[in-house]
């Protein structure tokens, strides 16, 4: 159901027709670095694609709800249905309070306060939209022009000339003769797994300080100002004492066993949308400030770092024990299991996954994938 007002969006149209647009003094830097906080879920530029949001580029003077292959709102559908086009007017609104404006939206984002932020993104924006195409399209073509061709087989990490990388590439010895040996650097770009024992630690550190604004900027809108989740983000801090309840909450703090598995995560996955934009840094200073909000430190000036790493304990670690079962005596003869006709006689099927309800139907509604809400 619409609940943007048609006498609004003519009030918007009038005021635009002889008014300069809001963002006529706005700094596309500037609007970059506000842009960080809807990085997370939009993608805006060359080869964007919907995220949790729909890609932004051609956002001026597209209707509401317009962008093909992006699940939106019903609400949002409707507004654009309505008549809502958006311009400097109608997104400085939206900006500024997404869900005052339109009831039902699904971006789950409190809104921009300054309207100097709103003045730059609006800038930074404005720049992916169509008016200044030609302009962009002629840089980001020489640029391109520039690139060697062997670029298509770099390597994820590889942030040396692709030159260098290409020339490693070795061919499968298999007998299909598929794939390739895997590179150096891209070997060392997957493997970035830490272990509880401190090992695949990187240099650095951070403190809890530190940690604060990187959370505010970075994690609060989805995981709440102090990690009691946005809406039905995911909860990273309280619960204690809560496991043996009915509906335990598992938190860091609560459930957790080690440390090493939330640098691991975070570095690994987060922010959601923006994975491994985080430097080393930043990780520990996030990871410090979340044993904060868990109380597991309580000195704002607590510094995690490399060297200290392993000597922190999360609450739940004695609750978690190793993996012994190859010494229970069901094991215990070390036989290789069976893997093959390991049923005597004929097999016969005796239901079906579907008439037991293991898989229920859908009803009709084609599923979109990548939408979460
Ligand atoms: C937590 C995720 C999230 C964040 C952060 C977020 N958005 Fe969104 N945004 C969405 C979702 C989801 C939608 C689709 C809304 C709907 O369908 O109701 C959306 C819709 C929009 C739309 C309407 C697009 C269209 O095609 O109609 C604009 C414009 C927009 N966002 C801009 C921004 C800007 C600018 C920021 C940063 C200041 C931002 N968003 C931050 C998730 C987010
Ligand atoms: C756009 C929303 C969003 C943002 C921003 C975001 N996260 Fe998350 N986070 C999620 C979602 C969704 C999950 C659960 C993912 C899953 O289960 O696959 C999650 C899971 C986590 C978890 C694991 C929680 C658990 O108990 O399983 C941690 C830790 C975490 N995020 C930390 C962070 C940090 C630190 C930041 C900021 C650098 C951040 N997140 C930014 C959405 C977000």
Request: charged share 25%; aromatic share 8%.
């Amino acid at each position: 159901m619409l609940k943007f007002p048609k006498s609004a969006a003519l009030s918007v149209l009038a005021l635009t027709a002889f008014a300069n647009p809001a963002f006529a003094d706005g700094d596309i830097d500037a609007g970059e670095k506000v842009f960080k906080k809807c990085r997370a879920c939009h993608a805006v530029g060359e080869g964007a694609k919907h995220k949790v949001g729909p890609e932004l580029n051609d956002i001026f003077g597209r209707a509401a709800g317009g962008a093909e292959g992006y699940k939106y709102s019903k609400a949002m559908i409707a507004a654009g249905e309505e008549g809502l086009v958006w311009d400097a007017d109608s997104l400085t609104e939206y900006l500024t309070n997404p869900k005052a404006m339109i009831k039902g939206t699904k971006m789950a984002f409190g809104g921009l306060k300054k309207d100097e932020d709103i003045d730059n993104i609006l800038a930074y924006l404005k720049s992916f939209s169509t008016e200044q195409a030609a302009a962009s399209e002629a840089a980001s073509e020489s640029a391109e022009g520039a690139e060697p061709a062997e670029n298509a087989t770099a390597a994820p990490a590889a942030d040396k000339p692709a030159t260098e990388t290409a020339l490693v590439v070795e061919t499968s010895q298999g007998a299909f003769g598929l794939g390739r040996k895997a590179m150096p650097d891209e070997i060392a770009a997957w493997d970035i797994d830490i272990r509880p024992d401190g090992t695949g630690l990187p240099d650095g550190k951070g403190t809890v300080a530190e940690g604060e604004p990187i959370y505010a900027e970075a994690c609060a809108v989805c995981h709440g100002d102090f990690g009691e989740g946005a809406g039905r983000w995911p909860v990273l801090a309280g619960g204690q004492d809560s496991l043996l309840k009915e509906r335990p909450v598992k938190t860091i703090g609560s459930y957790w066993p080690y440390l090493s598995t939330v640098f691991d995560y975070v570095r690994r996955a987060m922010p959601f949308g923006n994975a491994r934009s985080l430097s080393d840094d930043d990780v520990y200073a996030l990871t410090a400030y979340l044993m904060y909000l868990n109380d597991v430190v309580e000195d704002e000036e607590f510094e995690l770092s490399k060297e200290n790493f392993t000597q922190m304990r999360l609450p739940n670690e004695a609750n978690f024990i190793a993996d012994d079962r190859l010494n229970e005596p069901h094991y215990a003869k070390g036989e290789e299991p069976c893997m093959s006709d390991c049923k005597p006689g004929p097999v016969q099927i005796t239901a079906r996954a579907q008439v037991i309800d293991v898989t229920p139907e859908s009803e009709g509604e084609e599923s979109s994938g990548g939408s979460i809400d």
